[in-house]
C-alpha cells in the first residue's frame, strides 16, 4: 500500500520530487517538533509539494510556495475556530498537510506515533469534517481511485481525468 499504491495512480513528476537528504528531513523535523509520517517522508521524496488535478495541493517543509509550516504557523490562528481538535503544537493538535482550491483543508490529528496519524478533512467554515484512519498516501491513493468520494470532494467530478494527474509546486 502506501507510496507505491499512489505511485501506480499518479506518476510523479520528472525528475523525482526533491529527493531530500536526510539531514534536511532532521532539521525540518527539529523545526516541527515531531518525526514526519514515513509515508509523507516518501510522498515528498517522489512527489514534492503540489496538486492533484491542480485542485488538491499537498504541502512540503521544502517548499518555498507550499511551505508546510509556514503556511499551519499563518493560519494557525484561524484553525481554533473548530471546537474538535487543539491544534498543533498542543498534544493531539491539527497540523495542515494540503487543502484545495475550495478552501477545504487537509490535516494529521497529531495523537500517538506518526505514522498512524489519522487525517481529518474541513470544510472552511469548520462545520463539517470527516475523520479518515489512515496515513496520507492511502488517503490520497483512495480519493483519486473512487475507493471513498470525501464529502468536501464530492463536487470535483469535473477536475478529475481518466489519469490523475499530479502537478509541482516549486
Not at 10 to 25: D, F, I, N, Y
Not at 50 to 57: D, I, P, R
Not at 83 to 106: C, H, M, S
Amino acid at each position: 500500500m502506501g507510496i507505491e499504491r499512489l505511485m501506480k495512480i499518479v506518476t510523479p513528476p520528472e525528475p523525482l520530487g526533491v529527493m531530500v537528504s536526510s539531514a534536511r528531513w532532521a532539521e525540518a523535523e527539529k523545526e516541527v517538533g515531531s518525526t514526519f509520517p514515513a509515508d509523507y517522508r516518501e510522498f515528498v521524496n517522489r512527489y514534492g509539494a503540489g496538486a492533484f488535478y491542480n485542485f488538491m495541493e499537498i504541502s512540503s517543509p521544502f517548499s518555498p510556495r507550499s511551505n508546510l509550516m509556514a503556511i499551519h504557523n499563518k493560519w494557525s490562528h484561524y484553525f481554533h475556530d473548530q471546537v474538535v481538535f487543539p491544534v498543533y503544537p498542543e498534544a493531539g493538535g491539527i497540523l495542515r498537510v494540503g487543502g484545495d482550491e475550495n478552501g477545504n483543508l487537509l490535516f494529521w490529528v497529531t495523537r500517538g506515533e506518526p505514522d498512524k496519524w489519522p487525517i481529518v478533512y474541513f470544510t472552511p467554515d469548520f462545520q463539517d469534517h470527516e475523520l479518515y484512519v489512515s496515513n496520507i498516501t492511502d488517503f490520497l491513493s483512495d480519493w483519486l481511485s473512487g475507493v471513498i468520494e470525501p464529502l468536501c470532494l464530492c463536487n470535483v467530478k469535473d477536475l478529475q481525468r481518466d489519469v490523475p494527474v499530479f502537478t509541482s509546486i516549486t
